[in-house]
């Protein structure tokens, strides 16, 4: 690996570690929940905002995006929250009911747009590999905040509304870096990975993360293919790899 690449892959690498930092934690609750789809509903939704943001000309002002996108994925989650205490034997439904309004949202705001195409792909693929040092900066302040939250008053002193929240304001901060297929693929493969782990689950679903991430960011460069849809399939293999070692150790004690 070159310099040039080295540089170019290290803020890449740094931002998979962020939001997998807060994901893996937010997706073993999810699964435990029974609301997988939450987390693609809530991104898509947080998009909705970045395009309104685009719709209204406001992309000069990135505090102003930032903005629109929390304030989306917020209310998003406040809805969620009243339909889950409301209805919660269609939860999922009614969350897969909100992603596809969200999607076809984002599609009728940018109808006029000549770039939508491209647009659309870049919120959903992400461009992780030019993620800027003050992207860095306000993600590393956000992850910290929620992990302090999260790890400090416990889910269960959280409650619903409080989960619903940190969630929106978790996958507010990585749609952005990551896009909605990394955002899904972080919080739901590596808690799938560690489900069954008799002992130290998060240390493995932090470790099937962390290492999908290495492994497509390497081998984006390596091959020359994009990098989002790469890492998605590494995460993949290395959650499978890691389920295979875990009981290949299991049956030897």
Do not use: C, N
Not at 6 to 27: E, K, N, Y
Not at 71 to 76: F, H, K, Q, R
Not at 196 to 216: C, F
Request: hydrophobic fraction near 55%.
């Amino acid at each position: 690996m070159t310099a040039i690449e080295f540089d170019i892959l290290w803020p890449a690498l740094v931002a998979g570690l962020l939001v997998t930092a807060t994901h893996v934690p937010l997706g073993m609750q999810v699964l435990k929940r029974g609301i997988v789809f939450i987390d693609i509903a809530i991104a898509q939704i947080a998009g909705v905002g970045v395009v309104a943001a685009q719709f209204f000309g406001w992309t000069e002002s990135g505090f102003t995006v930032q903005l629109a996108a929390l304030s989306a994925a917020l209310l998003g989650a406040l809805i969620l929250t009243w339909t889950e205490k409301r209805w919660p034997e269609t939860q999922e439904a009614l969350i897969g009911t909100a992603f596809v309004l969200a999607s076809t949202a984002q599609i009728l705001l940018l109808a006029s747009d000549p770039h939508s195409g491209e647009y659309l792909k870049d919120l959903l693929v992400g461009q992780v590999l030019w993620v800027e040092g003050h992207q860095l900066v306000l993600v590393t302040v956000l992850t910290v905040a929620v992990l302090l939250t999260w790890f400090g008053v416990g889910t269960d002193r959280l409650g619903r509304l409080g989960f619903y929240l940190l969630f929106g304001v978790s996958v507010t901060a990585s749609v952005q870096l990551v896009g909605v297929y990394l955002v899904f693929s972080t919080l739901i493969v590596p808690a799938l990975a560690a489900r069954r782990a008799p002992r130290y689950a998060l240390a493995w679903g932090y470790g099937v993360g962390a290492g999908g991430y290495l492994a497509g960011l390497v081998a984006s460069t390596t091959l020359d293919v994009p990098t989002g849809p790469i890492i998605v399939w590494a995460m993949a293999i290395v959650a499978v790899a890691a389920i295979a070692m875990r009981r290949q150790f299991q049956r030897r004690r």
